[in-house]
């Protein structure tokens, strides 16, 4: 079965013990992935805000390395994911165009952590990004989203030097496609965020 259909999200509903709910932003450039992320991953059919790309936006928008896009995101993407039956994330995803930026903002609003997705044919499309998250101080990871057509396969070092990415921050290969790449993208940032709360503890 194509990667692009396999694993497809169960629809479960949300559970009545459920008390703890986690927001996570994930964010990246145009046409990186973030869309199709939330779909694969999310436990019930998500919400997107996508309209289909006019000739209105030739000259605002730029969308020729990704020739084949004939949608976007317009506001953000929506899904959920029960990670125990107490504690749930709830997932945004972010519109990648220059132009709804302003919205960014916004969304990093109440975000406990965040996922940047990478392109490694347009890599400096993450730099704002990942610019926006420090200045937020909202902890992230770095996750490269490995398309078929990527011929250039740079290693993970080669790509943490091109984003001046500090050691700290963990920088992971995966197909935003595939629903178990998905969760493997979130359970390090969840493995993220604990380890910088135990440091924390232990900080006098």
Request: charged share 25%; proline share 4%; glycine share 8%.
């Amino acid at each position: 079965m194509d990667s692009a259909i396999s694993e497809l999200p169960s629809r479960t509903p949300l559970a009545d013990v459920a008390e703890t709910g986690l927001k996570i932003v994930i964010v990246g450039g145009f046409g990186v992935g973030k869309t199709t992320l939330v779909r694969s991953v999310s436990e019930i059919r998500p919400l997107n805000t996508e309209e289909v790309m006019t000739q209105a936006g030739i000259g605002v928008d730029e969308p020729a390395a990704v020739s084949s896009k004939t949608t976007t995101t317009v506001a953000f993407d929506f899904g959920r994911i029960s990670l125990t039956e107490r504690m749930v994330l709830y997932l945004f995803g972010a519109p990648g165009q220059e132009r709804f930026w302003f919205l960014w903002d916004r969304l990093f609003s109440g975000t406990l952590g965040a996922v940047v997705l990478v392109d490694t044919r347009r890599m400096s499309d993450s730099w704002y990004a990942i610019d926006r998250l420090e200045h937020h101080r909202t902890p992230f990871v770095v996750a490269v989203n490995r398309f078929d057509g990527d011929g250039t396969r740079f290693s993970l070092d080669e790509i943490r030097q091109a984003l001046t990415l500090p050691e700290h921050v963990p920088l992971i290969d995966c197909d935003a496609r595939v629903r178990s790449s998905g969760k493997h993208v979130l359970i390090t940032l969840v493995d993220h965020l604990y380890e910088l709360a135990m440091a924390r503890e232990k900080t006098p």
